[in-house]
């Protein structure tokens, strides 16, 4: 099992210079980062990946889409934007020397339509199936992440999202889990683990306030046991949102300060990750 953390705790918009905050990754003593593909571009990507590999890290990467990348459209012509959008996202995971790519990556972050979902989600499905040489040919595995009903219409719940990664028929396509959106969404937060089975191929935690894990009423016993008894030894990933004030932040709806700083909130994480899960 490794242990990573999302660099979007640092920053205060996407686009902030990474080089520092790979440093306060390696320093705390993280496996790995986690860089959202927001505002990267080919050349960024390539400098960033030495920057990685100088600080000793794996790396995972998160992604979405925008409306007018949105596979699940009903225009032929925004659907395949949004395919040549995630291929882009797929060689940019590999330049940068990830093996994982995860978020929402079905539909637009945002975007609500619920008497076409139906539809909306066969559509993402058909999509989605089209990345499977893609994602063979990078090495890398795409996770579809289950986010909470104020965030998607799409995708709410564990069995949503293994629902939809079986559907594409893709081997390289599992599900993202997050303790954040399944103390929101499930009533059976150990059913909804143990339930993905070998869909299961990313993992983020943070309490339900998206601070520190283990500060908040996330029943982490129960998350603990639901991992061991799936025998799931891949990456768990902190993504915390904990200071107000900035873009980023903003996008999240974080309007208060839930914990101090980001440091803290980074070593305090890992010391609960490497306390709970090793």
Known sequence: MKFGIHAGLWMARWTDEISPILKHV???GYDGVEISLLGMTNEKAAATAGLIRDHGLEVT?????????????ADPAVQQAGLEHLRWAVRTCATLGSHGLAGVVYAPWGVF????KADRTARSAHMLAKLDVDLADAGVTLGIEAINRFETDLVNTSAEAVTLARATGSDHIGALLDTFHLNIEEKDIATAITSAGDKLVHF???DNDRGVPGSGHVPWDVVQ???KTMRYNGWIVAEMFVLA??????DLNIWRNIEPEAQGAAQQALQFMRRTFS
Do not use: Q
């Open 225 to 227: 046991s639901s991992l």
């Open 61 to 73: 990467c998160s992604h979405g889409l925008s409306r007018d990348a949105d596979i699940t459209s």
């Open 26 to 28: 390696a320093d705390l």
């Open 113 to 116: 339509d619920p008497l076409k």
């Open 245 to 250: 004030g900035n873009p980023a932040s903003a």
């Open 204 to 206: 983020h935690v943070s």
